[in-house]
């Protein structure tokens, strides 16, 4: 069997364990779809009330909160291992990883199929898809293209996050709380635009914790926002590369880490 | 399903158990603390963009605001769906074939569990109350106000424990039920008033809110803790307090009676 058909039928396998429990399986969806919608009605009921968040107003922010989701939703449902990559390590599950005649990206990607993740993807691409039309951008190709890579950037700085976290785990054995507080640092304060923190927390989140780029510069390169940025437009444009240079980052600290991996045994 | 009376040795063993579990997880409570502390910086912060250069907006001062998000905040951290977690385990594990022939009954074991459970958080909260009024984050109330929350409080406690009952219940049908328990939790915060209080909702929300059980959990104590809810308005949210009190209560013994014939063992 080739790679493909290996982890196509793998897939199809999980959904259907996941389908067992039907109402659950229905459930979970709701609940993805359910959990990330509820975030954006805080943020248009704040709007609707207070009409603008540092003069970004109800779609704009919808622009941004929908590149933010559609990027964690991308890594998520790609990378749907690394959730329960804790209990990996701790079971000595890892052992099977590496003996496996599949590569190890594979099986982070497409042993299982979880259903949650989805439901991140989807409410992401149905926010930017009400989103997008209600506010004026000038579309070319160009900015197409950079949606797409920042969106790709963007899923890649999370995935940075989540894998950094995770290559902690051959150690230390429990990650979970750091990447339960990168998340909600991610989702509650990534939504909006930076520029409405005071200095400090602003610099927090573009130099420290760059989550700034997942949403918020690639946001002002489409709304032509670049003005209240804290440094030159092209920068904001080279905003994907961002994505691209932590995950490499990431990759070399989980290989390094792994090397201190003790088997728990079988 | 009567009164909880830890009398009953049986039940207060367990009461015991639920309080000694918060800190054989400790790194989990902590943790809890932890993310509570950020999750209020980080409302501050985007409270405080959205205030702008108003002091205040509808009568509702940014410090009142602060504070009604630093009570929701712990109210969360208080009122947690353990008992839901815990009949969904026993059901996911069979064990609630044994856990019924014991001499008290379920519900009664479930409730002893995570009141004990919720004794043991709540003096976690011994830490972090002080540090909060330091920074400001916590404005102390008056003592009529704190007096009358925390007669609120309580029913807030039973409320919150009567819906993830209810939740917890609805293993019997459902087998496994994570996907209720996230969905009940994630309605419960926003539609309880829990990060958005009633008084910014815009009309045809704040009904539908108005309508359901969740506000009496958060967003009806905390508006008494700010004093937004004073004289009749108090009054007002006791009231509706009281009702989903007993409401709920009636609708958990009634549903009991039911899932108990719709018991399914699994495993062994």
Request: net charge negative; proline share 6%.
């Given at each position: 069997m080739t790679l493909f058909s290996i982890c196509w039928h793998n897939m199809l396998a999980s959904v259907r364990g996941e389908m067992q429990y039907r109402a659950s399986f229905i459930m979970s969806l709701i609940f993805g779809f359910l959990f990330q919608t509820v975030?954006?009605?805080f943020v248009a009921v704040i709007l609707t009330r207070f009409e603008a968040v540092g003069g970004w107003g109800l779609w704009e922010v919808g622009v941004l909160y929908g590149i933010r989701l559609t990027a964690h939703g991308l890594w998520v449902v790609s990378v749907n291992q690394l959730f329960r990559f804790d209990q990996i390590v701790?079971?000595?599950?890892?052992?099977?990883?590496?003996?496996?005649?599949?590569?190890?990206?594979?099986?982070?990607?497409f042993t299982q199929f979880r259903i949650p993740p989805l439901g991140d993807l989807i409410s992401g691409l149905f926010l930017l898809g009400i989103a997008l039309p209600r506010v004026s951008i000038?579309?070319?190709?160009?900015?197409?293209?950079?949606?797409?890579?920042?969106?790709?950037?963007?899923?890649?700085?999370?995935?940075?996050?989540?894998?950094?976290?995770?290559?902690?785990?051959?150690?230390f054995l429990m990650t979970l709380p750091l990447r339960i507080v990168f998340d909600d640092l991610q989702g509650r304060f990534g939504s909006y635009p930076a520029s409405i923190y005071d200095r400090p927390l602003r610099a927090f989140m573009t130099w420290i914790?760059?989550?700034?780029?997942?949403?918020?510069?690639?946001?002002?390169?489409?709304?032509?926002?670049?003005?209240?940025?804290?440094?030159?437009?092209?920068?904001?444009?080279?905003?994907?590369?961002?994505?691209?240079?932590?995950?490499?980052?990431?990759?070399?600290?989980?290989?390094?880490?792994?090397?201190?991996?003790?088997s728990a045994g079988h | 399903m009567t009164a909880l009376d830890l009398r009953n040795p049986g039940l207060r063993d367990i009461f015991r158990m639920g309080v000694r579990r918060v800190y054989a997880y400790r790194i989990f409570t902590y943790l809890g603390v932890v993310v509570i502390l950020l999750q209020l910086l980080l409302m501050r912060a985007i409270w405080q963009a959205v205030y702008g250069d108003q002091q205040s907006v509808d009568g509702v001062p940014i410090e009142t605001m602060v504070t009604f998000l630093t009570v929701t905040a712990l109210l969360g951290f208080m009122l947690r769906p353990t008992i839901s977690e815990e009949i969904h385990r026993r059901i996911d594990q069979g064990q609630v074939a044994v856990d019924m022939v014991r001499p008290v009954g379920f519900v009664r074991q479930m409730i002893a569990l995570s009141v004990g459970e919720a004794a043991g958080r709540w003096l976690g909260l011994v830490l972090v109350v002080p540090g909060l009024l330091v920074i400001g984050s916590l404005a102390p109330p008056s003592p009529g106000a704190l007096l009358v929350f925390l007669l609120s409080l309580i029913m807030a406690y039973v409320v919150s424990m009567l819906i993830w009952l209810?939740?917890?219940?609805?293993?019997?049908?459902?087998?496994?039920?994570s996907g209720m328990k996230s969905i009940v939790g994630v309605v419960s915060s926003f539609l309880g008033g829990s990060t958005i209080p009633l008084w910014f909702m815009p009309e045809p929300l704040r009904i539908v809110v108005e309508l359901l059980p969740f506000q009496a959990i958060y967003f009806l104590p905390a508006s008494i803790y700010v004093e937004q809810a004073q004289g009749s308005g108090m009054w007002r949210a006791l009231g509706i307090q009281a009702f989903w009190t007993v409401a709920l209560w009636l609708v958990a013994a009634w549903t009991w009676r039911r899932a108990q014939n719709r018991l399914v063992v699994q495993g062994g």
């Open positions: 975030g954006f009605i701790q079971e000595g599950e890892w052992d099977r990883f590496l003996i496996r005649p599949v590569p190890i990206w594979a099986q982070l990607m000038d579309w070319n190709a160009g900015l197409v293209v950079f949606l797409a890579l920042a969106i790709i950037g963007g899923a890649l700085i999370d995935g940075a996050f989540q894998l950094g976290s995770a290559a902690f785990a051959f150690r914790v760059p989550m700034a780029f997942m949403a918020w510069v690639p946001a002002t390169v489409l709304l032509g926002r670049t003005a209240e940025l804290p440094f030159p437009e092209w920068v904001a444009w080279a905003s994907p590369m961002v994505g691209f240079a932590l995950i490499s980052g990431a990759v070399w600290l989980f290989v390094s880490q792994s090397r201190h991996y003790q | 209810l939740v917890g219940l609805s293993g019997f049908w459902l087998i496994d039920a």
